[in-house]
Nanobody, 123 residues
Framework: VQLQASGGGLVQAGGSLRLSCAAS????????MGWFRQAPGREREFVAA????????HYADSVKGRFTISRDNAKNTVYLQINSLKPDDTAVYYC?????????????????WGQGTQVTVSS
């Protein structure tokens, strides 16, 4: 499985971005998908996750109400809509896939990782 994240960039506080993560493979629709982020000098942290069918989502408290995760299984793509951006949201955002098991908040339970896309929010 290969994951290709895109959509990052430099935005002002209060702005929005839509991150995309395209996955290879014919079984994408069976994967639980997640987004994590890592800011300089900080550990990688959970942001959001979605189950295989898109019927269940989970968010970190810090992004609830501002971020929305979704997926299009026909396009093998998962999205992260991020609104009301804050400087604290500045980080490299990674998409990840878990091929067995349920949605997880733990990075070590995911099997595949994309290369990351940089989001920088200016104040």
């Amino acid at each position: 499985v290969q994951l290709q994240a895109s959509g990052g960039g430099l935005v002002q506080a209060g702005g929005s971005l839509r991150l995309s993560c395209a996955a290879s493979g014919r079984t994408f629709s069976s994967y639980e998908m997640g987004w994590f982020r890592q800011a300089p000098g900080r550990e990688r942290e959970f942001v959001a996750a979605i189950n295989w069918s898109g019927t269940y989502t989970h968010y970190a408290d810090s992004v609830k109400g501002r971020f929305t995760i979704s997926r299009d299984n026909a396009k093998n793509t998962v999205y992260l809509q991020i609104n009301s951006l804050k400087p604290d949201d500045t980080a490299v955002y990674y998409c990840t896939a878990r091929t067995k098991g349920r949605v997880s908040l733990r990075s070590y339970e995911y099997d595949y990782w994309g290369q990351g896309t940089q989001v920088t929010v200016s104040s």
